[in-house]
């Protein structure tokens, strides 16, 4: 089954606690992105990657990092987490950035 | 102004009525164009995707691309209270980049 798996699904930790959330697709695609929902604001883009090793910033990257050193895995990481980064994130990838792109279950994130 | 905006609603219809959505966009150089639906604690979905000017149908959903004033519109024909949910625009925005940019999101009621 084509999906988007993104881990974990909940995470509520404290403040300055470094952590990781994994995202890998089974669908061979090129561009991945991770995105921030917030009420409101709705979806913002943080981080993108066109392919291996090629990252670009978003439109909210600050506080964020991501690596992409295998085409099916895109992980966000957290070096630093303070409560503004409270929310929930998803996963999204697609053949490329102009074609629709799938997203993963979503991870909410709870920084104290 | 936002780079894409969206009436948050929440817009209400009956059961078997059309349901019409608005998205207008600030960019006039963009070329990709997406609606997605989501549910309340979902992960957005894929409903209609639109490159070209005109009307692209696809079983109740038509979406409506005028590049000349900037809008893309989702129109959902004989609305069932199972579309009740969030409808998210999102834009490819070309300058130079490969960002995405979504809507807040209309929220649409369909009542019986």
């Known amino acids: 089954e084509a999906q988007v798996t993104q881990n974990p699904r909940y995470l509520i930790t404290v403040t300055g606690k470094k952590l990781t959330v994994t995202c890998s697709q089974n669908?061979?695609?090129?561009?991945m992105s991770w995105y921030r929902q917030d009420p409101g604001l709705g979806l913002r883009q943080i981080y993108y990657?066109?392919?291996?090793?090629?990252?670009d910033k978003g439109d909210v990257p600050e506080g964020y990092k991501v690596s992409r050193k295998e085409k099916r895995n895109f992980p966000l990481i957290l070096e630093s987490p303070s409560p503004n980064q409270t929310s929930l994130y998803f996963c999204?990838?697609?053949?490329?950035?102009?074609?629709?792109?799938?997203f993963g279950d979503g991870t909410r994130l709870s920084i104290l | 102004q936002k780079e894409v905006e969206q009436n948050s609603g929440p817009l209400s219809v009956p059961e078997g009525a059309i349901a019409s959505l608005n998205c207008t966009y600030s960019?006039?150089?963009?070329?990709?164009f997406f609606w997605y639906r989501q549910y309340s604690g979902k992960s957005p979905e894929l409903i209609m995707f639109?490159?070209?000017?005109g009307d692209k149908e696809d079983g109740r959903f038509t979406a409506q691309l005028n590049k000349a004033s900037q809008y893309v519109s989702l129109l959902i024909r004989d609305s069932q209270p199972s579309d009740s949910a969030t409808y998210l625009c999102?834009?490819?925005?070309?300058?130079?980049?490969?960002?995405?940019?979504f809507g807040t999101g209309t929220r649409l009621q369909v009542f019986p």
């Open positions: 999204a990838s697609s053949q490329g950035v102009d074609q629709p792109q799938h």
């Open positions: 999102a834009v490819r925005f070309p300058y130079n980049t490969d960002k995405l940019i």
């Open positions: 990657s066109m392919n291996v090793e090629v990252t």
């Open positions: 960019d006039r150089g963009s070329q990709s």
């Open positions: 669908m061979n695609h090129e561009y």
């Open positions: 639109i490159y070209s000017n």
